[in-house]
């Protein structure tokens, strides 16, 4: 696959309350553009096998639209609640295994990576995510809520990889 | 859903490398059979989204033989390597998330709750598990491996959970 092709690229920012989606895509010029960003939520008052549930039937209905060749997925990164971590690993699984139920290839990148690649400083914060991703991919507004420009810089994150690995 | 009808009861305890699963049938007379017991594994030298896949895709193979009603998974208790929780969360979340497809009911059980509910001791270790389990289950041979036991283990607590709820 090369980055000079028209691809699509899928960034994903795992969440089992919510998950980012941010989709760009290659113009095979070297230039990129800023399809579509959202989040997918699920339901807090649901059983957690009914939400995984409901975030692998929302994201296989975006796919089914999106369709992205390549996927990166965040990796995750805790160092506070035990529960929290192992419920954001079990979407995580979930969102793994649906988007290569899919046929599509998946990325990994550590928060670190994602922001030193974005901002160029790997201790950046959501509003210097945000900033950067608006003016990289030239959108008018800046790209809400932060989960989803953080998916958008994943996908950019996939496209530099593509581009220089 | 009465315990005193005919039903397929499958325990599962979640794994990357292995995960267990034990398959029993309620006779209606309030008789307990095993039908089954194994385990799953994943290749250790792919990328964990492939892993994903594969563990989703022999489950999903052994559910359309098995036609369980309803599965019990053990809930993962982690006092060790955060990155073998990761992993092992990302894992339970396809199994739940599989089960859920397959339109199954899902139950989850500690490992305190387990280890009470089949041996009356919460401080049970896997040798006391698998002589209880045999016992239990009037099988003729000490189930292995240990994480099938627990399955199968698993999959009597969902038998029980339905009898005296």
Same mark, same amino acid.
């Given at each position: 696959m090369q980055?000079?092709? *028209?691809? *699509?690229?899928?960034g994903v920012d795992p969440g089992l309350s919510t998950a980012g989606l941010g989709l760009i895509q290659t113009d095979g010029k070297g230039g990129l553009q800023a399809l579509d960003w959202l989040t997918i939520k699920t339901s807090p008052t649901l059983a957690l096998p009914d939400r995984l549930l409901e975030l692998a039937t929302d994201l296989e209905e975006f796919l089914r #639209?999106?369709?992205? #060749?390549?996927?990166v997925v965040e990796e995750l990164f805790f160092s506070t609640?035990?529960?929290t971590a192992m419920d954001v690993s +079990?979407? *995580?699984g979930v969102i793994l295994v649906t988007l290569k139920k899919a046929g599509i290839d998946v990325l990994s990148a550590t928060p670190l990576q994602l922001k030193t690649a974005?901002?160029? %400083?790997? +201790? @950046? %914060?959501?509003? +210097? &995510? +945000? @900033? &950067?991703?608006? *003016?990289i991919l030239n959108l008018s507004e800046t790209p809400e809520p932060a989960d989803a420009?953080?998916?958008?810089?994943? @996908?950019l994150f996939g496209a530099y990889t593509y581009r220089f690995s």
């Open positions: 980055y000079d092709q *028209r691809m *699509r690229i899928l #639209e999106a369709k992205p #060749e390549i996927a609640n035990k529960k +079990q979407a *995580r974005i901002t160029g %400083d790997g +201790q @950046a %914060d959501k509003k +210097q &995510m +945000q @900033a &950067m991703v608006k *003016r420009a953080d998916a958008l810089g994943l @996908a």
